[in-house]
C-alpha cells in the first residue's frame, strides 16, 4: 500500500490565518490538496498538523484521513515528518511526503509516481516539470530509519542527496508541483491567473524566476548545481561518510574539463558531479580511493600518452590519458574521512562543557539522556532522550562520557561499555567508580568491558571545575583519537574485492565488473575505459597486444 503524508503543521501565514486554511475560490487549501489525493491510488493519507491544529481540523473535513499532531513542529519539517513515519500502517510499502501547500497538483502526478517506482525499482521518485524538480516525493520505506536521522528543516532533499543512484526523476506535465502558497498574496496571484485563463505553467516559471519556455514540448534539462554538490558534502558530513571532493584545477586543451569543474567521489566508488571524460573517470575514482585509504591530499595530473615526467613535486600523481582529444588536467582530490563523533550522557554542567568542546573539535556531538533540555545543549548535533535508543548511534569512531552525576550512570555506563565505542569514560569519585563497576560486574557485564572505562576520566592536569574537567577529557579523547587504534575494533566488514584489468590502448586500470566496454580475442578477455579505446582495439588488436 501507498500512503501520502501530508504535512500542513506549519506556522501561520503573513496576516495571522493558518497556512492550511488559506481559502482558494474553491475552499481551504488543504482541502484542496486532500481532495487530489483522494483522487490518485494512494492508499491511505496521514495528516500532519501542528499550528493551531484545533482550528484546523474544524475548518476542514478530512473524509477518512487519520489526523495527527506535532507539538514539536517549531523544530522543523524534519519533526513533522518523522512523526508521520511513526503512523505508517504496517503494511505499509511506501509514501509520499505532500506538502500541505501545493494545492494544484494533480492525481495523475501520484498515480505517475508510483508507475515509475513499480517501473525502476527506485526508492526514491521525484516529478519533474520542464527539468525542475518539485513535490510530492515518493519515498520507500525501507528508508524510514533514515527519515528518523533527520533534523531541523531536512527532509525529502537531504534522502535524495544521500541517494542519488537510488533515484529516479519523472518528468510530469504538471505546473503544480512547482508551485505553493505561502501567504493570501500567493493566493490571490493564483487566482487571477486562473480567472484570466493563464496557465499554471506562467505562474510556476514565474515563482522559479524563470524566463517563459519555448513551448511546452521542449523540456530543458537541469544539471546537478555547485549548491546541490555542497549541499551534498554538507549531508555526506552529517551522515558521518566518507568521501573525496575532486576540483579540476588546470587543464590543458581540448578537454572537456575546466578549472573549477567538481565531483564527489563516495567511499563505495559512487561518483557525483563532473570533472571530465570517461578518460579521466576510472583514473579519478583509483586514485580518490587510494587518498581515502592513506587520508593524505594529492593533485592527480592526468597527461596524454608521452614520456613521464623526470620528476613530480610531492603530492603529484602522474596517469596516463590516451584520449584522442591529446587533453591533459590536474584534479586536486581532498579526501574527508569519517567524522568522529562524541556522545555525552547526562544533564550536568560539565556534560554541557562538554558538549562544547566536542563542537570546537570537530566532532559530531550527540548529548543523551531522560528529559534533556535541549536549550542547554547548543553545540549538540542530535538530543537523545532514550537510552535504549543509544546503541544505534554507537560505532567504532564513537568516544562516549558519562557525566550523569550519579543520576542514571549505571544504565549509561553499561550501555557504552558493551557498545564497539571506541573510548568509554566515567566522570565519578574513584570510591563511586568502584562501586558502579562492582555492580556492573554483578549484573554480568564482562570484565574485559568494564577494563575499558576509563575512570577517573581525562588527564590529570590538576583540574578542579567543570570546565576544566571537561578540558582534561577533551584532551584525553585528542590524545587517544591521534595515538592508537580503536581498542575495540571488529574485524572489518567484508568488501567485495574490485576484479580489475588494465586497458591495453591507454594502460588505464579499469574495473573488470564495472566497463561496459570488453571484448574477446584469441580467446581471452579485454576490458577498455571508453568505447573510444575498444574502437582502436578492434580496428588492431597486434598493435597494442605487441
Not at 121 to 143: H, Q, Y
Not at 271 to 280: A, D, E, F, I, Q
Not at 294 to 306: H, K, T, Y
Request: charged share 30%; aromatic share 4%.
Amino acid at each position: 500500500m501507498i500512503t501520502a503524508l501530508v504535512l500542513a503543521a506549519g506556522t501561520s501565514s503573513r496576516m495571522g490565518e493558518p497556512k492550511p486554511l488559506l481559502r482558494l475560490a474553491s475552499g481551504p487549501v488543504l482541502a484542496e490538496v486532500l481532495r487530489s489525493v483522494r483522487a490518485s491510488r494512494v492508499g491511505e493519507t496521514i495528516v500532519v498538523l501542528g499550528h493551531e491544529a484545533g482550528k484546523v481540523r474544524s475548518g476542514i473535513s478530512f473524509d477518512g484521513a487519520r489526523v495527527v499532531e506535532n507539538p514539536s513542529f517549531r523544530e522543523g519539517m524534519s519533526s513533522s515528518l518523522k512523526l508521520g513515519v511513526t503512523a505508517l500502517s504496517p503494511d505499509c510499502e511506501a509514501f509520499f511526503v505532500v506538502l500541505g501547500d501545493e494545492p494544484f497538483v494533480r492525481p495523475t502526478t501520484y498515480d505517475a509516481l508510483i508507475d515509475a517506482r513499480e517501473r525502476t525499482k527506485a526508492r526514491i521518485a521525484v516529478p519533474t516539470f520542464e527539468g525542475v524538480r518539485g513535490n510530492p516525493v515518493l519515498i520507500d520505506r525501507s528508508l524510514e530509519r533514515e527519515v528518523d536521522a533527520l533534523t531541523g528543516d531536512r527532509g525529502c532533499r537531504a534522502l535524495r542527496l544521500a541517494h542519488p543512484e537510488e533515484t529516479v526523476e519523472v518528468p510530469v506535465d504538471d505546473p503544480g508541483v512547482l508551485i505553493d502558497l505561502d501567504t493570501p498574496e500567493d493566493v490571490r496571484r493564483a487566482e487571477e491567473a486562473l480567472r484570466r485563463g493563464d496557465s499554471l505553467a506562467d505562474l510556476a516559471r514565474e515563482r522559479e524566476h524563470r524566463p517563459l519556455a519555448p513551448s511546452a514540448s521542449a523540456p530543458r534539462p537541469r544539471t546537478r548545481g555547485k549548491e546541490d554538490l555542497y549541499a551534498l558534502v554538507s549531508e555526506l558530513e552529517r551522515r558521518r561518510e566518507e568521501f573525496c571532493l575532486a576540483i579540476v584545477t588546470r587543464v590543458e586543451a581540448p578537454t572537456s574539463g575546466k578549472p573549477g569543474f567538481k565531483a564527489v567521489v563516495k567511499a563505495d566508488g559512487t561518483l557525483v558531479g563532473w570533472v571530465g571524460g570517461s578518460c579521466s573517470r576510472h583514473a579519478l575514482l583509483t586514485e580518490a580511493r587510494a587518498a581515502l585509504a592513506e587520508e593524505v591530499p594529492r593533485v592527480l595530473r592526468l597527461r596524454p600518452g608521452a614520456e613521464p615526467t623526470a620528476s613530480l613535486e610531492a603530492g603529484v600523481v602522474e596517469r596516463v590519458m590516451e584520449c584522442q582529444s591529446g587533453g591533459a588536467m590536474d584534479i586536486y582530490l581532498e579526501p574527508h574521512g569519517r567524522v568522529p563523533q562524541l556522545v555525552v550522557v547526562g544533564d550536568s554542567p560539565l556534560a554541557e562543557c562538554l558538549s562544547a568542546f566536542g563542537r570546537l573539535l570537530g566532532f559530531r556531538v550527540v548529548a543523551a539522556g531522560p528529559g534533556l533540555d535541549a536549550a542547554r545543549f547548543p553545540d549538540a548535533d542530535e538530543i537523545v532522550e532514550d537510552l535504549a535508543k543509544l546503541p544505534s548511534r554507537v560505532d567504532r569512531e564513537t568516544f562516549g562520557v558519562v557525566a550523569t552525576m550519579a543520576q542514571y550512570d549505571a544504565t549509561a555506563l553499561e550501555t557504552l561499555a558493551r557498545s564497539p565505542a571506541r573510548y568509554v569514560a566515567l566522570v565519578a569519585s574513584h570510591r563511586r567508580s568502584e562501586l558502579l563497576l562492582s555492580d556492573l560486574k554483578a549484573r554480568g557485564v564482562p570484565s574485559e568491558l568494564l577494563a575499558r572505562v576509563r575512570t577517573p576520566a581525562g588527564l590529570d592536569i590538576g583540574a578542579k571545575t567543570p570546565e576544566e574537567i571537561a578540558l582534561s577529557i577533551a584532551a584525553e579523547i585528542v590524545r587517544d583519537r591521534r595515538r592508537s587504534a580503536p581498542a575495540t575494533e571488529e574485524p572489518p566488514e567484508t568488501v567485495p574485492s574490485r576484479k580489475a584489468a588494465v586497458d591495453p590502448v591507454c594502460g588505464m586500470e579499469v574495473e573488470e565488473t564495472g566497463t561496459a566496454w570488453k571484448t574477446l580475442h584469441a580467446g581471452n578477455s579485454y576490458y577498455f575505459c571508453s568505447e573510444g579505446c575498444l574502437r582502436r582495439f578492434e580496428r588492431n588488436p597486434a598493435e597494442f597486444l605487441a
